[in-house]
T-cell receptor, first 114, second 114 residues
């Protein structure tokens, strides 16, 4: 069990640029989640995959955000035309088995939009 | 919709003293409740979870929490604080309706005074 891996750890980008983050879940985990965490707040749910199917998307996920999990393994989260309000920590988590199994979180990707 | 409220964004206790972090939930159906801990620049780690079995739940690192339906509370306690307990703690709720996502509170930053 190597844990949930996220890449990059930090990303600084200029407003208007596109960014893409990657998440590699624990290998046997079929569920994968993306959360966003801003300073002083708890994580906010963005979206959730079961295998390759995206089953739920938050209203926080505007049309500038897209997530994929093409083969039911790793996932990518892309933000197009970044805005300063997108600056946050983006957390990936995975779980296996029955619903409400504990989530295993990665260390996150910290995005700074200048 | 379910939610959690964490009372006290910052809590300071002396080393060796009792730790009490408060969490109240709101849910229209029986909830599943979780406590997570986050160390600086890291993801979240599960401390313990309540899933309608025993109301007193024991977790890692000597922490425990008691589910009290009458008070809609799930407070986290530890009898004797250790310097290594300094971190941010998040309470989270899920429900039994099949909704997979966790809803987190805003967190409590725990400081240990030597």
């Amino acid at each position: 069990d190597t844990g949930v891996s996220q890449d990059p750890r930090h990303k600084i980008t200029k407003r208007g640029q596109n960014v893409t983050f990657r998440c590699d879940p624990i290998s046997e985990h079929n569920r994968l989640y993306w959360y966003r965490q801003t300073l002083g707040q708890g994580p906010e749910f963005l979206t959730y995959f079961q295998n390759e199917a995206q089953l739920e998307k938050s209203r926080l996920l505007s049309d500038r955000f897209s997530a994929e999990r093409p083969k039911g393994s790793f996932s990518t989260l892309e933000i197009q035309r970044t805005e300063q309000g997108d600056s946050a920590m983006y957390l990936c988590a995975s779980s296996f088995g029955q619903a409400r199994s504990p989530l295993h979180f990665g260390n996150g990707t910290r995005l700074t939009v200048t | 919709a379910q939610s959690v409220t964490q009372l006290g964004s910052h809590v300071s206790v002396s080393e060796g003293a009792l730790v009490l972090l408060r969490c109240n939930y709101s849910s229209s159906v029986p909830p599943y409740l979780f406590w997570y801990v986050q160390y600086p620049n890291q993801g979240l780690q599960l401390l313990l979870k309540y899933t309608s079995a025993a109301t007193l739940v024991k977790g890692i690192n000597g922490f425990e929490a008691e589910f009290k339906k009458s008070e809609t509370s799930f407070h986290l306690t530890k009898p004797s604080a250790h310097m290594s307990d300094a971190a941010e703690y998040f309470c989270a709720v899920s429900d039994i309706s099949g909704n997979e996502k966790l809803t987190f509170g805003t967190g409590t930053r725990l400081t240990i005074i030597p």
